[in-house]
C-alpha cells in the first residue's frame, strides 16, 4: 500500500479537485436533482479507472526495469537534478549501480533514482 500512495499521491490529489469541482457544478440551482448522483458516480468511476490503469503499467514497468537490470541491461532514469545536460542518467550494474526496494542507488552518487521513473534503454551499447 506504500508503494500505491509514493506512486499516486500526485494523482489522487488531483482527482479530489475534479470531485469537488464537479460537486460545485452540480449542486447549483440550474442543474437537474439527479445531476450530483450521477455526475460524483461517473466522476469517482473515471478517477478510479484512471488511478489503477497508471499503478497497474507503472508497477509492471518498475518490474520490467528491475528484471533486465538484474540481466545486465543498461537502464535510463530521469534526471531532474539540472536542466544542463542530459535530461537522463544511464545505469547499470557495471557503473556500480544497485537496485534495492525499486530505488537505484551507487555510492558515488549523491542521488538516487526510483525505478518507477525508468526504462530499459532500446539501444544496449550506451555507456
Not at 469537488?20 to 452540480?26: P, R
Not at 551507487?106 to 526504462?119: E, F, L
Amino acid at each position: 500500500m506504500k508503494i500505491f500512495f509514493e506512486l499516486e499521491i500526485g494523482y489522487i490529489i488531483i482527482a479530489l479537485f475534479f470531485l469537488v469541482v464537479t460537486a460545485i457544478v452540480t449542486t447549483r440551482s440550474f442543474m437537474p436533482r439527479v445531476a450530483f448522483k450521477r455526475g460524483m458516480l461517473l466522476m469517482l468511476s473515471l478517477v478510479l479507472i484512471f488511478i489503477s490503469f497508471h499503478y497497474y503499467i507503472t508497477t509492471n514497468r518498475m518490474k520490467e526495469v528491475a528484471k533486465e537490470f538484474e540481466k545486465g541491461k543498461v537502464i535510463l532514469c530521469e534526471n531532474r537534478e539540472t536542466f544542463k545536460g542530459s535530461q537522463a542518467i544511464v545505469i547499470n550494474k557495471k557503473a556500480g549501480w544497485s537496485l534495492k526496494d525499486g530505488i537505484f542507488i551507487n555510492p558515488k552518487y549523491h542521488r538516487k533514482y526510483h525505478s518507477a521513473r525508468c526504462v530499459v534503454a532500446l539501444r544496449q551499447d550506451i555507456k
